[in-house]
């Protein structure tokens, strides 16, 4: 039987390998998964903050915040400046270009209706049964 175009699903021995993840998208992608950073960038699109201003409304500690910004920095996302006693974090947009470009490309597509492929796979199946 031929595979399915993905080689997770085709050989199940096969195993995601993070540490092998040196695209930037990927880190783009890994920090854009968690709700509290997507948040976090949204507040940032107004305007830089101190990260305990970033922290203030949520409710995890202070070096919980300073973890996700560690991921969004590490991504490019954000970057941190000292000034002072203060760490101050800003929104780097450019970072999400990339992404945005890679997204794009699937525009191009029109959504897949899953009810018109089910159809076509049964008539497919039925006719190879027969």
């Known amino acids: 039987m ?4 993905n080689p997770m699903v085709d050989d199940p021995g ?3 390998d993070t ?3 040196t695209n930037p998208l990927d880190s783009v992608f890994a920090a854009l998964a968690d709700p ?4 976090i960038l949204a507040m940032l699109l107004e305007d830089d903050m101190a990260v305990t201003d970033v ?3 949520f409710a995890m500690s202070l070096a919980a915040i300073s973890k996700h910004l560690g991921v969004l920095a590490d991504a490019g996302l954000v970057t941190r400046e000292r ?3 203060v760490i101050w974090c800003r929104l780097e947009p450019d970072a999400l270009r990339a992404a945005s470009v890679w997204m794009q490309g699937f525009g191009q597509f029109d959504p897949v209706d899953l ?3 089910e159809r076509f796979l049964e ?3 039925d006719a190879t049964l027969e």
């Open 55 to 57: 922290a203030e409304p």
């Open 19 to 21: 540490a092998r993840m």
């Open 123 to 125: 008539t497919e199946l």
């Open 2 to 5: 031929p595979g399915i175009f």
């Open 14 to 16: 096969t195993r995601l």
């Open 36 to 39: 509290t950073r997507r948040a």
């Open 115 to 117: 009810d018109a492929f």
């Open 83 to 85: 000034r002072g006693r």
